[in-house]
């Protein structure tokens, strides 16, 4: 992939382990200028690892951190070419047994923050007439999933969002999509129990869960061009096979 993005001046969100580190390794390779981004003090190291050009410790759902994130990478870099959203929690309830409380912190962290980033990458990029933002929900926000409402919904949230935004943008020059993985072995995902995963696992035709490398090259295509150039509001599924559109 070396050389296809060169230049592109990216941020990846929860850059600090699973999906989003290994966007940002694979975009550094492929020649992309990468910001990482995550609440983690983790990615620090990770920039240094990996080589990133730049990396922000901050909290995705706090407005003023994110508009002051962004101004701060346009201004060092004379703009902003690809935004990933890559961060997020993920807890189980029974939605019977689910505070109001945890609801709230995944919409949060799940969506609104989606939403903060989606709107302060897109000032930049529709002055500069160009731009691709993805944001990574998952499969469940289109199937639901047990004990996962919450979740569900929020990822829902996001790829309903990322339409509408594509809608907006599109003929700007700025190309929304959404990457819709289904279960992965990383951090997010090692916190669920140990039966719903086993029957997860059960259920896939691929009979096993991804891994984040199998997930950076849709983030590449999707920031390349020509490759990405047709992608309008679209949800790429690399899920194992356990939606099938």
Not at 85 to 92: E, K, P, Y
Not at 101 to 111: A, F, H, K, N
Not at 127 to 136: E, H, L, M, T
Request: aromatic share 4%; proline share 5%; glycine share 12%.
């Amino acid at each position: 992939m070396s050389g296809i993005l060169d230049g592109r001046r990216a941020v990846v969100t929860g850059a600090a382990s699973g999906i989003g580190r290994a966007i940002a390794a694979a975009y550094i390779d492929a020649g992309a200028i990468v910001v990482l981004a995550d609440r983690d003090p983790r990615v620090h190291d990770v920039s240094a690892e990996i080589g990133a050009e730049r990396c922000f410790l901050v909290d995705v759902t706090a407005q003023a951190e994110v508009d002051e994130m962004i101004a701060a990478i346009v201004e060092d870099h004379g703009g902003l070419d690809v935004l990933v959203c890559s961060h997020g929690i993920l807890t189980q309830s029974p939605t019977v047994e689910m505070t109001s409380g945890q609801w709230r912190e995944t919409i949060d962290i799940d969506l609104t923050s989606v939403f903060l980033l989606n709107r302060a990458a897109l000032r930049p990029m529709l002055a500069q007439g160009s731009g691709r933002i993805i944001n990574v929900a998952s499969q469940l926000g289109i199937k639901g999933g047990v004990s996962l409402a919450h979740y569900a919904a929020a990822k829902a949230g996001v790829i309903a969002m990322t339409k509408s935004i594509s809608l907006e943008t599109a003929s700007q020059g700025v190309l929304a999509n959404v990457i819709a993985p289904g279960p992965i072995e990383t951090p997010l995902v090692d916190g669920i129990d140990e039966q719903w995963k086993r029957d997860k696992r059960a259920e896939l035709p691929l009979g096993r869960f991804g891994v984040p490398a199998e997930i950076a090259p849709t983030a590449v295509l999707l920031a390349s061009d020509p490759g990405g150039n047709l992608y309008v509001g679209q949800v790429l599924g690399p899920n194992s096979g356990d939606v099938m559109p």
